[in-house]
């Protein structure tokens, strides 16, 4: 087959990646990207994402960055009117911001309450706000894909973070919810479930002993890196997951099987 016909899946669409500005939100952004879209990567942290862009632009793509809190309704609602001149149509939405890697393990009868908010705003309220605040744009684009990201560590109940695991539990019921509202408009919600994956951001929220039995426990006997989660990320942009919605991907190299 001649490949020079093939065009690039994600070609023509604009997409959003929350935080983008490090670790797989960054990663993310990249394969979009590679992959022939133009994503606009967002964040709470305002040099990690110009550092991010200017990474992915040096490497020749195109990428453009935006700040903004995503669990604030006024800085996401900002952004979406920022965004609607230049973007009518935002073919897809990464949910990925989470308070994650600054988390202090902790058992829960010590979890701050006011940290125990802030997760939940964060990691649920924000994704939440952001499909809200971008829907004009997402059904202007007719069959928009929206992903949300959860996380293996709810199906572990891994002690240490109730606040994070009771936050990521959150995320499969909202994709259930959005997917069901927002069929008619031909959007589809689907959730990206990774397990234990490294970035480049270092974090002491397991032991080795911990990432030793995340392994033993595994079909793939290696931890995950970032680079295993982007293609089934592109995926879900992609037209080619046009008839799946309310699903969850568990890209866990075989954690636990359902
Ligand atoms: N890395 C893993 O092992 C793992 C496993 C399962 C799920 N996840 C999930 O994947 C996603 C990315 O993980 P990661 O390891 O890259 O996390 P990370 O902590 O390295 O990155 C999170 C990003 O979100 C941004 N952010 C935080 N609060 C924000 C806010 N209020 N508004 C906008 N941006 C905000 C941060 O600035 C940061 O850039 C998260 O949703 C995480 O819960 C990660």
Known sequence: MDQSTVTPRLAGKTLVVTGAGQGIGKAYAARLAQEGAEVLLVD????????AVADLKAAGLAVAGRVADVADPRSVQRLAESLRPAHPRIHGLINNAAV??????????????????????????????????LLPQLRAAGQ???????????????????????SKAAIYGMTHGMARELGADGIRVN???????????????FTQAQLDGIMNAQAFKRLADAGDMVGVAAFLMS????????????????????
């Open 191 to 205: 959730t990206l479930s990774p397990g234990f994956t490294t970035t480049e951001v270092p974090r002491d929220t």
């Open 44 to 51: 709470i942290n305002e040099q990690a994402v110009a550092a």
């Open 144 to 166: 928009a894909s929206i992903v949300n990201i959860g996380s293996d560590a709810v199906w572990m109940g891994k002690p240490g973070y109730l606040h994070y695991v009771t």
């Open 239 to 258: 037209d080619d997951s046009r008839w799946m919605t309310g699903q969850t991907f568990h890209v866990t190299g075989g954690l636990l099987f359902r």
């Open 100 to 133: 994650f890697s600054t988390i202090k393990l902790a058992s829960f009868w010590d979890i701050d309450p006011e940290q125990w908010d802030k997760v939940m705003a964060v990691n649920v309220r924000g994704a939440w706000l952001m499909v809200t605040a």
